[in-house]
């Protein structure tokens, strides 16, 4: 049966290497017999030579040569090119097992012992061709795989269940950043050595649970090394024994950071536009249907803007797809900017959805106002913008004037799925044009008075402060023990030249919303301390007076110094003011923030928490920003009498604060009822109709003089009279 070999093309050659004449020619001819085509060396030098020459696939070596000994031999074919996988007969003398264990050192495949058994041979080295070939299999098979997985930039690994041990494969390590080899029970750790970013923690857990579970797992991950991140997909599974135990799990690890990057490349070109890299229509549209299920759920508001550039056909036409084509990038960069700056819009919670700048198609834009405290927010991104649109643009050497036209929806009031939305701020577009260019409009009518009045207020607020339109007028705070006045809150007035009274809460927010708040701050600050110096100067009791500051970024608005200058510059001491912030103000920019209270506190001005109870209430903001009183809002006190709820959230407020060492004052006592209550309660301070509602400085001096002679009167007559 062995002979089907010699159905082989060409026979096999066998080398037979000895220094005796007659063996060599004996075994020759029995070799021959056997099929062997035959090449003869008389010594180690001479088997060398011809082996490198004619690469045989056997090789019988006697051990007992002068010169180069078979040993020595057998060790130099082995490390010629090739000799790794050549077969190997060494030739001993009988019973010489030392020379026997010396063949295997030497790198032997198999011995036989003189006297030799003809027959025996022949098949010997049949079986020893046939083993010889399948090595060389293995061997090719083995580089094969190495180079495909090299080619493939994958690599691999394994841990074998017998002994704990793991193997990284050279590519593996090399894919992995580590020194490839093998490394005990660690292993898992070291293969995740070089993961990046929050998931290790997370990868590690899969990784060495699929290993210790026995179960098959894939992770994807970044990991970095020698300065270069790479995204990696690694994959597990077990190889199992014929019987079904596990033997070895078995891992391979994959380069995709070329694959991560075509697709990021694909999901580009998919989801935005080439030309402005603004996101085109698929992604509007995505993005869109999430905004209206965060809206939904949140119960918010948000806004469409769809704007387009007026007259840009005549300009496209007359001066060519290229001019159009700049005047699209130069509009795409001036909405990015616009929408950027995001402080018109509310400060959601952290899962809000970002604002979108999208391209619609041709010059049609449309931006997601993701979430607005007001319609009103949208405006002031539109005016923005139509503001920012250089009307003269020089594009291609000619000056063109350019205007746009922008049309609003809001949601839920103007639609409730995406498709009306659009649909409604396109209609508000055109009617915007129809208006003339250059302006925005609201689907609804009614939006469009509110954005009017709106911006005609906050154009006259500038004036007003030059004017002299806005004045302060002073509530009395009081001790509920002994009721004294200890000092007033300043709440500002604007007397405007037509509308007569705005009240505060009609204007403020605008202030807040377009920066005028900063002026308005300084402002009260000044007027508050002026008027604290008057009362003094006229012999008037030392007086606190509490000014209500707020803004966006009232870290950013120079706080502490106005208040140092001010109080400076009319000889007051920080106890001569207050200032009250609400919750709101403390929520935006902390560090800033916090630094700002400090200030503040440095100069020896108590710090007030306004409206508590109305926002988030948190503990937190109390410690954290070591406020000296808490203001109770006036809805609590409102009706707190017939209220039982609201009844316990005083007590629980005036309890928590007083732990804390903070003065609680009560706002909006109307009652003497409710100031009872209060009293009761331990509230320190109060303020309110039932005392006085805000007055104008000169009433409120009458107002001191007053009390001044009803506590003479008091002390005289010997009655008390409960306050006032
Ligand atoms: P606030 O700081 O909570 O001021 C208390 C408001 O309650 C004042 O309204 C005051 O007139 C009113 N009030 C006081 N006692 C009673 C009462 O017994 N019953 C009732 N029904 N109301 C009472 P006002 O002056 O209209 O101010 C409204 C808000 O406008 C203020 O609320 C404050 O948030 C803001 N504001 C007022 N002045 C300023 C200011 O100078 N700067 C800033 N940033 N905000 C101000
Ligand atoms: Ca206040
Ligand atoms: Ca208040």
Redesign the pocket.
């Known amino acids: 049966m062995f002979f089907s070999d010699l159905k082989m093309k060409t026979k096999p050659l066998a080398l037979i290497v000895d220094d005796d004449n007659s063996s060599r020619m004996t075994m020759a001819a029995a070799l021959r017999k056997a099929g062997f085509a035959i090449e003869q060396a008389a010594s180690g030098e001479m088997a060398i030579a011809l082996f490198n020459e004619k690469r045989p696939n056997l090789i019988f070596l006697d051990v007992m040569m002068p010169g180069m000994d078979g040993f020595q031999t057998c060790r130099e074919i082995r490390s010629c090119l090739g000799g790794e996988y050549v077969q190997i007969l060494m030739v001993t003398g009988l019973n010489d097992i030392e020379s026997i264990e010396k063949a295997f050192l030497a790198g032997g495949n198999d011995f036989i012992a003189k006297p030799i058994n003809w027959a025996m041979l022949c098949h010997r080295a049949h079986y020893m061709l046939r083993t010889g070939k399948a090595l060389k299999e293995i061997h090719l098979s083995r580089s094969f795989l190495a180079k495909t997985q090299d080619i493939a930039k994958i690599g691999n690994w394994k841990v074998d269940y017998q002994d704990n041990l793991c193997t990284i494969s050279a590519e593996a390590a090399q894919l992995l950043g580590l020194s490839p080899g093998q490394r005990e029970d660690l292993a898992i750790a070291t293969l995740l050595d070089t993961v990046v970013g929050r998931e290790k923690k997370f990868e590690y857990a899969i990784v060495e649970e699929a290993i210790r579970e026995r179960k098959t797992f894939t992770v994807n991950f970044q990991i970095v090394f020698a300065g270069r991140a790479r995204h990696i997909h690694m994959h597990g599974e077990v190889l199992r024994t014929e019987t079904g135990d596990p033997e070895l799990f078995l891992g391979v690890v994959h380069d995709s950071t070329q694959m991560k990057q075509a697709e990021k490349e694909i999901r580009y070109l998919a989801f935005y536009d080439s030309l402005t890299g603004l996101a085109n229509r698929t992604l509007l549209l995505n993005r869109l249907d999430q905004v209206l299920e965060h809206s939904k759920r949140n119960k918010r508001s948000f806004a469409l803007l769809f704007m387009d550039i007026d007259h840009f056909k005549q300009i496209n036409d007359s001066m060519g797809h290229h001019a159009g084509d700049i005047l699209l990038k130069n509009t795409a960069d001036v909405l990015k900017q616009c929408v950027r700056r995001s402080d018109v819009v509310a400060a959601g919670a952290g899962d809000t959805p970002d604002n979108l700048v999208a391209r619609h198609g041709g010059d049609e834009f449309v931006i997601i106002l993701s979430e607005i405290v007001s319609s009103e927010n949208a405006a002031v991104v539109a005016r923005r913008i139509l503001q920012a649109i250089p009307q003269k643009q020089v594009i291609d050497g000619q000056e063109i004037s350019v205007t746009a036209s922008i049309g609003i929806s809001v949601f839920p009031e103007d639609g409730r799925d995406a498709d009306t939305l659009l649909r409604h701020a396109d209609t508000a577009m055109y009617h915007a044009k129809k208006r003339g260019n250059n302006q925005y409009q609201f689907f609804k009518e009614a939006l469009n008075t509110a954005a009017v009045l709106r911006f005609a207020l906050e154009r006259d607020m500038k004036t007003a402060l030059a004017n002299g339109d806005f004045i ?2 002073f ?1 009395p705070q009081l001790r509920f023990s002994d009721g004294g006045i200890l000092g007033a ?5 604007w007397n405007h030249p037509q509308k007569g009274f705005v ?3 009609q204007f ?1 927010a605008i ?2 919303d377009c920066g005028l ?1 900063v002026d ?2 300084k402002w ?1 600050i000044e007027t508050a301390c002026l008027q604290n110096r008057k009362w003094r100067d006229m012999g008037l009791p030392a007086m606190r007076i509490a ?5 966006y970024r009232f870290g950013e608005q120079n706080i502490v110094k106005i208040l140092q200058d001010t109080l400076t510059r009319y000889a007051l001491d920080g106890d001569s003011i207050e200032v ?1 912030v ?1 919750e709101n103000v403390l929520m935006h920019d902390t560090e800033a923030i916090i630094e700002t209270l400090h200030g503040i506190k440095d100069l020896g001005i108590k710090v007030a928490l ?2 508590f109870g109305t926002g988030y209430s948190s503990l937190s903001y109390l410690t954290s920003f070591h406020v000296d009183t808490i ?1 109770i ?2 809805s609590f006190v ?1 009706d707190c009498c017939d209220n039982k709820k609201n009844r316990i959230i005083i007590k629980a407020i005036i309890a928590m604060g007083h732990s804390l060492d903070m003065e609680i004052v009560a ?4 009652s003497v009822e409710q100031f009872r209550l209060l009293k009761k309660y331990g509230c320190d301070e109060y ?4 005392f006085s ?2 007055v104008s400085a000169i009433k409120f001096e009458s107002l001191l003089q007053e009390k001044a002679l009803t506590s003479v009167k008091e002390q005289k007559s010997g009655t008390r009279i409960p306050a006032p």
Do not use: C, F, W
């Not at 000014?547 to 803004?551: A, D, H, I």
């Open positions: 302060l007028h509530q809150e300043a709440l500002i007035r009240p505060p809460d403020i202030a807040e708040i308005i701050n009260v000014v209500n500051l707020s803004g009250e609400t306004d409206d203001k809002d006036r409102m706002e909006g006592i109307e303020q309110g109709y039932y509602p805000p």
